[in-house]
Each structure stands twice: as C-alpha cells, then as structure tokens.
C-alpha cells in the first residue's frame, strides 16, 4: 500500500525527483531534486533519498552487548537540491524542525551572526568538553597559524613587500581589511594567528567583479579537522552574480557538504544558509548601489543519510504526514513564523549570558 | 465533556494561543472551576497532542505550538489553582548535562511534562553535576531528568547519579535519561529508572515511574 502511495507521489513529482545514477556495481546513488521554495525542494530531496538510496552503516549506529548491531542502516545517496526562489514561502517545512520555530531563529543566529561562537572550547583544557568549531567560526573568522616566514613579510614596508612577486601570499594577504592578525598566549609563548573573514572577502570581490569564479569560503582545515571525532560536514560555499533578462544582479549559491543527517539537520542548515545569501546579497547591494536579488539555491551532499535509528521515525510522522495532509498542512511561512522569531530573539540574550556564565 | 472543554482542547490541539486564552477566560467568567478547565481541557488537549505526535500525525514545531497554547492557559490559571492549593502531579527537575549545548531535545521533553501537569524546574544547558544534586535538594522533586546529546557528555549522567547517591538523595527520585546517543543498555548501566528515545515517551516514561513508585 505505502509502496503503491510512494509510486504515485513520484509519478506526480517526476519534473522535480530524478535519479542520476543508480544504487547497483558499487555505486553510490546519485540523486537530484528540485522545488520553487525551500520546503518543496527538501521534501522532495528526502523523498528521493528514501526511494532511490542505499543502505550503508554509520559508525554511530549503537551496538549491543554481544556486539551486533541494533540499528537498521542509514539510507544514503549523493543529493543535488536545487531550489529556484529560495525566499518564496512557504520557506519552513514542520517535517525537518527536530525543535519549534524559536530554534530555527537561534540557529540562524548561530550560522550567520556568531551568538555561540564563545561556546568554542579552549583545546589546551582537557576538561573543556564544549564545541570545537562553529559554521560562523569557520567562515567569519576561518583561522590558520601564522609562519614566522609569513610574520617576517607581513612586517615589512609596502614597498619591500613589492619585491616578493608571489601576491597570493599570506603577506599580501594580511594587508586586506577581511583579515585579522592575532596574538595568544599558549603556555607562557606568544603565538601568532590570522583570521580570515570568507564571507566579507566573498562581499567585497563580488562588488569589484560579480562575475568571480572566486567567490568562495571553506571550513575544512586538514591539519585540524582529518583525525577528529565529529569535523565539519559543511565544506564549502560559492557565490556568483549574473544579470537576469532585466539586467538586474542576480546571487547564485553553492554549498557543498561531506556528510549530512537529512532528516534532522538538512532543513535547517539550508534554512540558516539562505539567510546568510540574504546578507551577502543586501551587502553587495550596498557596496554596487543597486539591489541584488536572490537568485537560485544548489546545495549538494557527498553523503546525505537518514540514520538507520530514525528511519521509524521518517516513515511513521515523514510519510504518514506526507500521504495524510496536504502540502500547506506540512509546512509554514517564514512571514508566519516571525513572532516566535521575535520571543527567542528577546531570549537569547539571557539565555547566552547564563551558557556562558557557567 | 461540556462543549467549552472541547473547543478549549480543540484549540489547543491546532496550536491557537490566543484561542486558548480567550477561551479559557471565556470559561472562568463563566465560573467554571479553573482544576477542571485544567484536568478537562488543558490537559485533556495536550495528552492528545501527545497521542498525535506518538502515531507521527504531527511534526515537533505543531507540539511545540500546542505547548506554548497549554502554557498560556495555565498562566491564567495559575493564580486560582494556588488559591484552591490544586496540586499538580509532581516537580520534575530537568537539565542538559555538563559540557552539552544542545538543549532543543530537552526543551522539547520540558514542553511535554509541562503539558502532562508537571510542575518542571529547568536549570538549562551545560549542567555540572553538582548543581543537579543541589537542584534536588531544593525542589525535591519527584523525577530528574538528563538529557546529553554527545557521547562526550553522556558520562556526566553516571557522575551525577553517583553523586547523588553519596549526598543520600537517590532513593528520593526517579532518573530519566535521554538524548541522541543514550540507549536503554546505557540507562541500566548507570542505574537510571527511566530510559526515553524521545520526547513523545518521555511523558509516559514518566507516568510509570510514578505509578511504580
């Protein structure tokens, strides 16, 4: 019966659910899908991921005693999600909110302003169990060691700095306003650090050249993030700018992820994500002195999975919601949603006074 | 159930706040008697919110609507069930433990045991163990709740159900746990009493530790 509502819900969204390559010879399935708002697209992203992916195990998934494995598999596929008005509403689909509206106000706030950047833990106190990285961390503040090769050239005279023909070195680098030298001290020796804000370099060379190839901001740090327990899942993001048929500037976005919990992450990054395309978007207008619109959305995942231990869970509330409502019953507006944006807005304040304070 | 009951319970099932106040006043104007309105329409609502969200006719954001609803009934209600000393089911002390940020999941479980007539005392994110066991000295409450969403922090649960073994507090209360990464064998192991996959449980996890105890 399921299988038969399944059959029919793909046949009414084939314009917008594909299968690129096939789960079969080893082959990881390759799917892509598409929707005019954010809802529509993650829906049918997750739909296809259910219809169309393969079952592969996660070294999350628990074990018992004897140690067999108590969880089902997860579903995996490589995703292409393309979303053609990513501001059209209904933006919100209630489906992929593990929380209320008021988490998806902090969450934002977490990815595009920084609130809990201050919850990242000090490496050099092994009882300090909080965040090693945030998405906002990575790309306003991505930070890297400064070589003592590096601090030399930095230090010398702009006119000295001309003879060293390599431009694209960090002593160059520094000399933009996107890039912050700091000082800490680790264990009584001074140590010298740059600080890279990706997404206000991705501002400014948008402004110079909208049509950039260069447009983009990563969070992956090899040295740091290849042998730890939980690194970054997103990778990367792109920006361009083409003019529609009225020669108005239009931003494109690209997000790359390793690894993504579909069911219970997926919606909200994507959501946090168009906001800070808002930003750029509303940065470069000010910079060009005309307005940018928001263009087209493409995020892909390298590994986008439903865990096996809440695959109950997705065909019980997912499914059931999908084949028992309509679409406006499954999703909301973000314009409807705004006064519980507003409480946690209100909220967060005190609420990030006492993490803090503890 | 006579017809205001309903509509109140009707509304908050749909997440109407406003509804739910108007209603609600609507009802003690009326001199309806504020326990009823609670047992026979705030908490007859929400148990079928809770209901719905368990069979997966609802998604988290509309519990959370349905919630938020509830609360706002019971804060017009409040000042007359004090009056008539109506007591709720019990306190229920609730926190996310030591080095742990994510709070969505016990906020979730917090909404729910509001909904289900207890009485919760949040204290938070990042919870030391100490401050839970001081927690429980102050409120006495019936269940502790902990919830940790890493596997980092998930070993702060054992802490704190060790240290309130040594302040001679265990055998006062339940303890439930709970999170992405706790599991059943995990809750025996710490010798917790409840163990809950989800929020939609947590109330009936919660409900049976009192019936058993």
Same mark, same amino acid.
């Given at each position: 019966?399921?299988?038969?509502?399944?059959?029919?819900?793909?046949?009414?969204?084939?314009?917008?659910?594909?299968?690129?390559?096939?789960?079969?010879?080893?082959?990881?399935?390759?799917?892509?899908?598409?929707?005019?708002?954010?809802?529509?697209? #993650?829906?049918?992203?997750?739909?296809?991921?259910?219809?169309?992916?393969?079952?592969?195990?996660?070294?999350?998934?628990?074990?018992?005693? @004897?140690?067999?494995?108590?969880?089902?598999?997860?579903?995996? /596929?490589?995703?292409?999600?393309?979303?053609?008005?990513?501001?059209?509403?209904?933006?919100?689909?209630?489906?992929?909110?593990?929380?209320?509206?008021?988490?998806?106000?902090?969450?934002?706030?977490?990815?595009?302003?920084?609130?809990?950047? =201050?919850?990242?833990?000090?490496?050099?106190?092994?009882?300090?169990?909080? #965040?090693?990285?945030?998405?906002?961390?990575?790309?306003?503040?991505?930070?890297?060691?400064? =070589?003592?090769?590096?601090?030399?050239?930095?230090?010398?005279?702009? @006119?000295?700095?001309?003879?060293?023909?390599?431009?694209?070195?960090?002593?160059?680098?520094?000399?933009?306003?996107?890039?912050?030298?700091?000082?800490?001290?680790?264990?009584?020796?001074?140590?010298?650090?740059?600080?890279?804000?990706?997404?206000?370099?991705?501002?400014?060379?948008?402004?110079?050249?909208?049509?950039?190839?260069?447009?983009?901001?990563?969070? #992956?740090?090899?040295?740091?993030?290849?042998?730890?327990?939980?690194?970054? /899942?997103?990778? &990367?993001?792109?920006?361009?700018?083409?003019?529609?048929?009225?020669?108005?500037?239009?931003?494109? *976005?690209?997000?790359?992820?390793? &690894?993504?919990?579909?069911?219970?992450?997926?919606? *909200?990054? /994507?959501?946090?994500?168009?906001?800070?395309?808002?930003?750029?978007?509303?940065?470069?207008?000010?910079?060009? !002195?005309?307005?940018?619109?928001? %263009?087209?959305? *493409?995020?892909?995942?390298?590994?986008?999975?439903?865990? %096996?231990?809440?695959?109950?869970?997705?065909?019980?509330?997912?499914?059931?919601?999908?084949? !028992?409502?309509?679409?406006?019953?499954?999703?909301?507006?973000?314009?409807?949603?705004?006064?519980?944006?507003?409480?946690?807005?209100?909220?967060?304040?005190?609420?990030?006074?006492?993490?803090?304070?503890? | 159930?006579?017809?205001t009951f309903?509509?109140i319970?009707?509304?908050?099932?749909? !997440?109407?706040?406003?509804?739910?106040?108007?209603l609600v006043q609507e009802a003690l104007e009326q001199g309806m008697s504020p326990e009823k309105i609670l047992n026979k329409a705030l908490i007859?609502?929400?148990?079928?919110?809770?209901?719905?969200?368990?069979?997966?006719?609802?998604?988290?954001?509309?519990?959370?609507?349905?919630?938020?609803? *509830?609360?706002?009934g019971l804060d017009l209600l409040r000042p007359f069930l004090s009056k008539s000393n109506s007591a709720r089911?019990?306190?229920?002390?609730?926190?996310?433990?030591?080095?742990?940020?994510?709070?969505?999941?016990?906020?979730?479980?917090?909404?729910?045991?509001? !909904?289900?007539g207890?009485?919760?005392?949040?204290?938070?994110?990042?919870?030391?163990? @100490?401050?839970?066991?001081?927690?429980?000295?102050?409120?006495?409450?019936?269940?502790?709740?902990?919830?940790?969403?890493?596997?980092?922090?998930?070993?702060?649960?054992?802490?704190?159900?060790?240290?309130?073994?040594?302040?001679?507090?265990? =055998?006062?209360?339940?303890?439930?746990?709970?999170?992405?990464?706790?599991?059943?064998?995990?809750?025996?192991?710490?010798?917790?009493?409840?163990?809950?996959?989800?929020?939609?449980?947590?109330?009936?996890?919660?409900?049976?530790?009192?019936? =058993?105890?």
């Amino acid at each position: 019966m399921e299988k038969e509502k399944l059959k029919a819900v793909l046949e009414e969204k084939k314009d917008k659910i594909y299968l690129i390559t096939p789960a079969q010879g080893g082959n990881i399935p390759i799917v892509a899908a598409s929707g005019q708002s954010l809802a529509e697209a #993650w829906e049918n992203a997750m739909i296809g991921l259910y219809v169309y992916g393969c079952q592969i195990r996660t070294q999350y998934d628990t074990k018992d005693k @004897e140690g067999n494995y108590v969880d089902p598999p997860s579903q995996d /596929c490589t995703m292409l999600i393309s979303i053609d008005s990513p501001l059209s509403e209904p933006m919100i689909h209630m489906g992929g909110i593990p929380g209320g509206f008021e988490d998806l106000e902090e969450y934002v706030q977490e990815v595009r302003d920084g609130i809990k950047d =201050s919850w990242i833990r000090d490496p050099l106190d092994p009882e300090d169990t909080r #965040w090693q990285y945030t998405y906002h961390q990575r790309l306003f503040s991505y930070e890297l060691p400064l =070589s003592e090769y590096d601090r030399f050239l930095y230090q010398l005279p702009p @006119e000295e700095k001309e003879k060293f023909h390599a431009k694209e070195t960090a002593h160059f680098l520094l000399d933009h306003d996107y890039v912050r030298v700091v000082e800490k001290e680790i264990k009584g020796k001074k140590q010298t650090f740059v600080q890279i804000n990706q997404i206000q370099y991705i501002i400014e060379k948008l402004s110079q050249q909208p049509f950039t190839r260069q447009a983009q901001a990563i969070t #992956w740090q090899p040295y740091m993030d290849t042998d730890i327990y939980d690194p970054a /899942c997103l990778q &990367s993001m792109w920006f361009r700018i083409l003019e529609d048929e009225n020669q108005q500037p239009t931003l494109n *976005m690209n997000i790359r992820f390793r &690894s993504r919990d579909a069911y219970d992450a997926s919606f *909200m990054n /994507c959501f946090a994500f168009i906001h800070i395309m808002e930003y750029v978007a509303q940065e470069v207008s000010k910079r060009i !002195g005309q307005e940018v619109k928001i %263009g087209r959305y *493409m995020d892909q995942s390298d590994s986008f999975h439903i865990y %096996g231990k809440r695959l109950a869970d997705f065909e019980n509330r997912f499914l059931a919601n999908l084949f !028992g409502r309509d679409f406006s019953g499954r999703t909301f507006s973000r314009k409807d949603a705004e006064p519980y944006f507003q409480e946690r807005r209100k909220q967060l304040k005190e609420k990030l006074a006492s993490f803090n304070k503890k | 159930m006579p017809k205001t009951f309903q509509d109140i319970a009707s509304k908050l099932y749909n !997440g109407h706040e406003k509804a739910v106040v108007a209603l609600v006043q609507e009802a003690l104007e009326q001199g309806m008697s504020p326990e009823k309105i609670l047992n026979k329409a705030l908490i007859v609502g929400m148990d079928k919110v809770g209901q719905a969200f368990k069979d997966g006719r609802l998604f988290v954001p509309e519990v959370l609507m349905a919630a938020r609803a *509830m609360q706002a009934g019971l804060d017009l209600l409040r000042p007359f069930l004090s009056k008539s000393n109506s007591a709720r089911i019990g306190k229920y002390v609730i926190g996310v433990v030591k080095g742990d940020l994510h709070d969505i999941g016990k906020n979730l479980v917090k909404m729910m045991m509001e !909904g289900a007539g207890f009485e919760t005392i949040d204290l938070g994110a990042n919870v030391p163990p @100490e401050v839970f066991v001081t927690a429980v000295k102050e409120h006495k409450p019936k269940i502790l709740g902990m919830s940790a969403l890493l596997t980092t922090t998930m070993p702060q649960m054992r802490v704190t159900i060790e240290l309130l073994k040594e302040a001679g507090l265990r =055998s006062s209360i339940k303890i439930m746990v709970g999170g992405a990464p706790v599991t059943a064998d995990f809750a025996q192991q710490i010798e917790a009493d409840g163990y809950t996959p989800d929020a939609a449980t947590a109330v009936d996890v919660a409900r049976q530790l009192l019936s =058993s105890s």
